[in-house]
């Protein structure tokens, strides 16, 4: 059973437009949450995390969103730009990032166009 | 700086034999993890550890794989008796508070 969810696999949008890219998940405990972004035959670079205490989190052109009582979580890349064509991975923790495992979604791939 | 670094980066076993990834942290963390991930799917959380130490094996199969963390050099992921299933990428993170940095991966394949 996937306590991380990404839905959608793959996300296609302009060049200089909104992306927003969703995570749910069913673990209430989960306190620590993140977002990595994959090129491929790459690892994962750590774009931007959240902790539970809070709603938002800010860093530039990107920002995530966390819902508690929805147990969702989304990240906003505006503007977009070509260089953010990737795969981004939602990820959750409990107990911080650093304390155990991180649990994370199968990915959305997202493609900006020019 | 320097990130995670991972090596080697390609590696190729045949059934039955043995295969050892590395991972160096980045300067100044003190725990590693390492994620297993097959094609079309997420990280798959597999053990954690400190120096000297392994924290969390949760996540390792009960056979075959092995993790370690020793005082000095890098943490090494030993599969023995490797097989088809265990091609896919093992990635190695670090961390010394709450994220987790990620190294560029091995990418496994077992003929």
């Known amino acids: 059973d996937q306590q991380v969810k990404q839905n959608s696999p793959s996300l296609s949008v302009q060049e200089g437009r909104i992306s927003i890219l969703n995570c749910d998940y069913t673990n209430s405990m989960f306190d620590y949450f993140l977002w990595y972004k994959k090129y491929p035959a790459e690892g994962p670079t750590f774009l931007i995390s959240?902790?539970?205490?809070?709603d938002k989190n800010e860093d530039g052109r990107f920002t995530v969103f966390l819902n508690k009582s929805a147990k969702h979580l989304s990240l906003h890349i505006v503007p977009s730009q070509p260089g953010d064509s990737a795969v981004y991975f939602c990820?959750?923790?409990?107990?911080?990032?650093?304390?155990?495992?991180?649990?994370f979604g199968k990915g959305t791939k997202l493609s900006v166009k020019p | 700086n320097a990130g995670v670094m991972q090596n080697p980066r390609h590696l190729v076993r045949r059934r039955g034999q043995e295969a050892r990834l590395r991972c160096s942290p980045m300067?100044?963390?003190?725990?590693v993890y390492w994620y297993r991930q097959l094609p079309e799917e997420g990280l798959k959380f597999m053990v954690y550890?400190?120096?000297?130490?392994?924290?969390?094996e949760s996540g390792m199969p009960k056979e075959r794989f092995s993790a370690e963390f020793p005082k000095e050099g890098p943490s090494i992921l030993r599969i023995q008796q490797v097989v088809r299933g265990d091609s896919a990428a093992y990635f190695c993170?670090?961390?010394?508070?709450?994220?987790?940095?990620f190294g560029p991966g091995t990418r496994l394949l077992v003929l």
């Open positions: 993170a670090s961390s010394s508070q709450e994220t987790q940095y």
């Open positions: 550890l400190q120096k000297e130490n392994i924290i969390d």
């Open positions: 300067k100044g963390h003190s725990h």
């Open positions: 959240i902790s539970s205490i809070k």
């Open positions: 990820a959750a923790s409990v107990g911080g990032g650093s304390q155990g495992n991180l649990i």
